[in-house]
């Protein structure tokens, strides 16, 4: 459950851009739509606690967001809160496997190798579990962006233009995916996009101008 | 899969990166180990070798060398000093004196010294145990236990010796008395290990039997092995020389050495009775002004040496500290070039709930890694190294090198080591730190 209200945000040296509030109920899922430059990935970064709002609130379950700083945040971030970003981005260094792994330590569980590797068979890309993520291909990579903001069971699911890399086809397969994923989780999945073509798939919209 | 695992991995990734910086780290490392470790064993070596002699008296020449030769045994003889001048200090009532070895040089048997001398020559440099017994007779010899083992000589076994140092067929005496092995020292860390010991008798009656050179081709070692053939090699049991039988048998040489002031001997190793004397400290200069001898302090010229070694090692010891900085800044580059690389892995950390002390763990342990890497090689390369070089100085420096020994001041090369790796990552680790995290998602 999230629930904004009156949100604001400055850069420096610059008015104070305000947003609109946005609010999602237990297992309700929104978009968030509008062209670009009119400051889709500051309120998707306001969400995630990435930024932190000039005024307002943004609560998450009980939790006052914006009122977190520091390590608080950090933490709180990564227990509660998955990212999906535009790009599939990876620890190259790491297996598909250890990027979820450490996904799992750095929110402060206890990395499950089980738990991973469910969700990988989930993602139908449990056979990528010891390849480097270069290795995969940019579908297999942005079912492994899902997985990992899935691992450690959050309460939002954020995702920044998750389709513009995908053809039609692929796009269609992302959403309804992403839709089942966090559904079955019971997370809120809010959605980022100025693609008309995941227009349809989720009810709630939100418009930035 | 934790932070310090996830460094671990990251230096992993980039293999060749890594191994520059570790090599360059590990040469550094290498170089000051060994130098370390030679400077120990090398001061080790010469300061065990002191055995208490306060003066050593032999030829006029150069001081240095006298005591090279005759305590050191790398050296040649200053040349040699006719008894009827030595006698003196030989007299066994001298006031100032506690003891006065003499040492008859010139022979030895596969590169090994043969030093004529009397058994106080044990006590001086602290032996205490020989397997089978000491020298009593003339051509009876006690070998150092690394000369004995290099050799494979045993008691029992006969040989000839070879006239100098070297180790050459056409030198060697081979007729006239062979030498026989009465006993083989337990080892004591001294020069005497290297050594062959006799009565310096025995070292004259080598040469008087040598009238023409020697034209036989037949090697020493062949004949060793001949004789050695012939022998059962059952180890004699180990006693604890006596020290008055020595006594007597000093006693003995010593008056037969002064009952022939004509013959000549190459120097003698001396102990004051008490150091502080005035008149032991004015032994030395009395003796070079006024004898033809010339006296030579160990503790003056192991100095002198020490001074002349030192800025030799201490030249490389700044090549090796230059090599450390440059490993230093190949550590900072590496880091600092995966760092730009990495700037989006380092917001996907953040934002993955890893704080900005989680990356600057990340970034040092990563700095650490490479110096741990390097130290590990360096140390090893560095003791591999002495080990190595350690058959080669043994042969030049007559006492025992390894690399096999640990040195307390490793302590602080590895401390040295592992605050260079530190250092050189705190800058990008402060940096990777500070990764702005909405601006670099936002950006790519």
């Known amino acids: 459950m999230i629930r904004t209200s ?11 851009v305000s947003f609109p509030d946005v609010s999602c109920e237990k297992n309700e899922h929104a978009l968030i739509l509008g062209p670009s430059g009119t400051g889709k990935t500051t309120l998707l970064h306001l969400l995630g606690g990435i930024l932190s709002p000039a ?35 990876f620890i190259r260094s ?42 995969m291909s940019i579908g297999e990579q942005q079912r492994l962006a899902i997985a990992r903001a899935l691992i450690n069971n959050p309460a939002i699911i954020l995702a920044d233009e998750p389709s513009s890399a995908l053809d039609d086809q692929n796009c269609r397969q992302m959403i309804d995916l992403l839709l089942e994923v966090a559904t079955e989780n019971k997370a809120n999945l809010i959605v980022v996009t100025h693609d008309s073509r995941i227009k349809d798939s ?3 919209k939100i418009y930035l101008d | 899969m934790n932070i310090l695992k996830l460094s671990w991995k990251n230096i992993l990734a980039k293999p060749l990166n890594s191994m520059m910086s570790v090599m360059l780290f590990a040469l550094s490392v290498g170089l000051i180990t060994f130098l370390t470790l030679f400077n120990d064993q090398f001061k080790k070596g010469l300061d065990n070798n002191l055995a208490g002699i ?12 006298l005591i090279l030769n005759s305590m050191y045994h790398i050296d040649a003889p200053t040349g040699n000093i006719p008894i009827g001048e ?154 604890t020389i006596d020290s008055a039988v020595a006594q007597v048998l000093t006693d003995s040489i010593i008056s037969a050495l002064r009952a022939q002031p004509e013959k000549e001997i190459t120097s003698i190793l001396v102990r004051f009775k008490t150091r502080t004397n005035i008149q032991s400290l004015n032994l030395l200069r009395n003796i070079n002004a006024n004898t033809g001898l010339m006296a030579a302090s160990p503790a003056m010229e192991i100095n002198r040496l ?22 230093a800044i190949s550590i900072f580059i590496s880091l600092y070039t995966s760092l730009k690389e990495r700037r989006y892995e380092m917001a996907l950390l953040r934002v993955g709930g890893a704080g900005p002390g989680k990356l600057f763990l990340m970034i040092i342990s990563e700095g650490l890694w490479i110096a741990i890497l390097g130290l590990i090689l360096g140390l090893v390369a560095g ?46 680790a402060l940096q990777g730190s500070r990764t702005d995290l909405h601006r670099t998602l936002a950006e790519s």
């Open chain 2, 54 to 65: 306060d003066l050593v008296i032999g030829a006029k020449g150069s001081p240095l060398q």
């Open chain 1, 6 to 16: 009156s949100l604001t945000f400055a850069y420096p040296g610059q008015p104070p």
């Open chain 2, 383 to 428: 003791h591999a190294g002495m080990h190595l070089a350690g058959g080669l100085l043994e042969k030049g420096y007559k006492y025992q090198f390894t690399g096999l020994q640990w040195v307390p001041e490793e302590m602080w090369i590895i401390f040295g080591a592992l605050l260079v790796g530190l250092l050189a990552a705190v800058l990008p």
């Open chain 2, 306 to 327: 020490y001074a002349m070694m030192g800025s030799g090692t201490e030249a490389l010891q700044y090549m090796a500290i230059l090599i450390a900085i440059v490993a």
């Open chain 2, 86 to 239: 030595a006698a003196p200090f030989l007299n066994p009532k001298h006031p100032l004196l506690s003891a006065a070895v003499p040492l008859s040089l010139g022979d030895s048997y596969g590169a090994f010294r043969i030093a004529g001398t009397t058994p106080s020559i044990f006590r001086m440099y602290g032996a205490r145990q020989v397997e089978g017994d000491i020298f009593k007779n003339d051509f009876e010899v006690v070998a150092g236990s690394a000369a004995a083992q290099k050799l494979h000589l045993h008691v029992g076994d006969e040989f000839y010796s070879t006239h100098g140092l070297e180790d050459n067929p056409d030198l060697t005496h081979d007729h006239g008395n062979p030498f026989v092995v009465t006993g083989i020292l337990q080892p004591t860390g001294t020069v005497l290990d290297q050594l062959i010991l006799t009565t310096p008798q025995t070292v004259w009656k080598v040469h008087e039997h040598d009238t023409t050179s020697s034209t036989s081709t037949e090697s020493s070692h062949d004949e060793h092995a001949h004789s050695a053939q012939g022998h059962e090699h059952s180890s004699k049991p180990i006693i």
């Open chain 1, 55 to 89: 005024s307002g609130q943004i609560m998450i379950g009980d939790t006052p967001l914006h009122s977190l700083r520091g390590q608080k945040l950090d933490s709180f971030r990564g227990q509660h809160i998955g990212i999906i970003f535009q790009k599939p981005h």
């Open chain 1, 94 to 135: 790491l297996t598909a496997l250890e990027n979820l792994l450490l996904a799992q330590s750095l929110s402060g569980n206890k990395s499950e190798k089980s738990r991973a590797l469910s969700l990988m068979e989930r993602l139908a890309i449990g056979r990528n579990a010891y390849k480097k993520t270069t290795a």
């Open chain 1, 202 to 204: 989720i009810d709630k």
